[in-house]
């Protein structure tokens, strides 16, 4: 899976759940007022079961799923690193 699939899976996952806001891909959506930890655990299930990893300890931290990008980026580490591992 390409980084763009990825981005636009979770953009429409975020867009979805809170269809009144708009936001760009960089922006921190939890500075934009709409999310609050329990949405924050939703995303965290949302990548494991759509990208089909587990997101380890170290990654579970506020800026890692603070916007689109971010997210994004941790997909990226955890395939690849299960991809060299495997």
């Given at each position: 899976?390409?980084?763009t699939?990825?981005?636009?899976?979770?953009?429409e996952?975020i867009s979805?759940?809170f269809?009144?806001?708009?936001?760009?891909?960089d922006?921190?959506i939890f500075?934009?007022?709409?999310?609050?930890s329990l949405?924050?655990m939703e995303l965290?299930m949302?990548?494991?079961?759509?990208?089909?990893v587990?997101?380890?300890?170290t990654?579970?931290r506020?800026?890692?799923f603070r916007?689109?990008?971010?997210?994004?980026?941790v997909?990226?580490r955890?395939t690849?690193?299960t991809?060299t591992?495997?």
């Amino acid at each position: 899976m390409s980084s763009t699939d990825a981005r636009a899976q979770i953009r429409e996952f975020i867009s979805g759940r809170f269809p009144q806001i708009t936001f760009d891909d960089d922006q921190d959506i939890f500075e934009l007022g709409f999310v609050n930890s329990l949405f924050a655990m939703e995303l965290v299930m949302f990548v494991e079961r759509a990208f089909g990893v587990r997101v380890p300890n170290t990654e579970l931290r506020r800026e890692n799923f603070r916007s689109v990008t971010a997210i994004t980026g941790v997909v990226e580490r955890i395939t690849a690193a299960t991809a060299t591992a495997g």
